[in-house]
């Protein structure tokens, strides 16, 4: 497994952007598909985006769509989430994730065999 640790959470005001980074552990980083999910106070956690081994595809969550952009840098091990035009609604822990699976599945969060320990965003209105 790699270990993932995120970091680039904060407070924000809605309409502004923030960055978030996912460095991880090893060799094989490049290995994994790698995606964002959220938690929010008392919800479930849900699927944000995800991309592919080689940064070449993506897939978004139709709430973020427009409004946030995953890359990755395969010779830094590190994903990147520019997250811009924020809103409230988006206040949550940033839970980046690793899996060796790409297809119609990434969405799952249980697809997924490495987590980071979260990061806070917190947006106001």
């Known amino acids: 497994q790699v270990q993932l640790v995120e970091s680039g959470g904060g407070l924000v005001q809605a309409g502004g952007s923030l960055r978030l980074s996912c460095a991880g552990s090893?060799?094989?980083?490049?290995?994994?598909?790698m995606g964002w999910f959220r938690q929010a106070p008392g919800k479930e956690r849900e699927f944000v985006v995800a991309?592919?081994?080689?940064?070449?595809?993506?897939y978004y969550a139709d709430s973020v769509k427009g409004r946030f952009t995953i890359s990755r840098d395969n010779a830094k091990n590190t994903v990147f989430l520019q997250m811009n035009d924020l809103k409230p609604e988006d206040t949550a822990v940033y839970y980046c994730?690793?899996?060796?699976?790409?297809?119609?599945?990434?969405?799952?969060?249980?697809?997924?065999?490495?987590w980071g320990q979260g990061t806070q965003i917190t947006v106001t209105s």
């Open positions: 994730a690793a899996s060796h699976s790409w297809d119609s599945g990434t969405y799952n969060g249980n697809r997924y065999d490495s």
């Open positions: 090893g060799r094989t980083f490049s290995r994994y598909a």
């Open positions: 991309i592919d081994w080689y940064g070449v595809s993506t």
